[in-house]
């Protein structure tokens, strides 16, 4: 059943857009975290809704972070970066970086409600375990070669 599941995955995002196959790699993701931490039905519903919620908290603040280092590379380049600026900016990213450590903790902490402990523990090294899988699978297809990169 799993190969099945996953053959389809593969299927159909040959040929699909980029964002296409974001979302294609998002349902691999979700289908092999299932997989990996052996969620039942009840926890999959709960565990999540919580994933995706932290998910866009992560990626709002990266964004702002992102902002604030392009900010700070154009005023490199342009030379007209002050120091009171670079490290008033500094500041909030690093703010920044302590708001997403701490939104982390809550995170998993949240997640004992839902899942085991072996089961928080898979989670911490899966998303390590996921990419170096990806990355296998991607050294092995002897057409890939970098064609989906620009």
């Not at 974001?22 to 975290?33: D, F, I, S």
């Amino acid at each position: 059943m799993n190969k099945i599941i996953f053959l389809t995955v593969l299927c159909l995002s040959f040929g699909l857009s980029q964002e296409d196959r974001g979302k294609n790699m998002r349902v691999m993701l979700k289908w092999k975290l299932t997989e990996y931490l052996d969620l039942d039905e009840s926890q999959a519903e709960k565990f999540f809704p919580k994933m995706n919620s932290h998910e866009k908290e992560l990626k709002s603040i990266n964004k702002e972070i992102l902002a604030l280092k392009n900010k700070i590379e154009e005023q490199i380049a342009s030379n007209s970066s002050t120091k009171r600026e670079n490290k008033r900016m500094m500041e909030q990213i690093q703010e920044l970086e302590k708001e997403k450590i701490d939104k982390k903790y809550s995170y998993v902490s949240s997640l004992d409600e839902v899942l085991t402990a072996n089961q928080i523990s898979k989670l911490l090294v899966f998303d390590k375990k996921f990419k170096k899988s990806l990355k296998d699978q991607i050294r092995k297809d002897p057409d890939y070669k970098g064609k989906h990169r620009r």
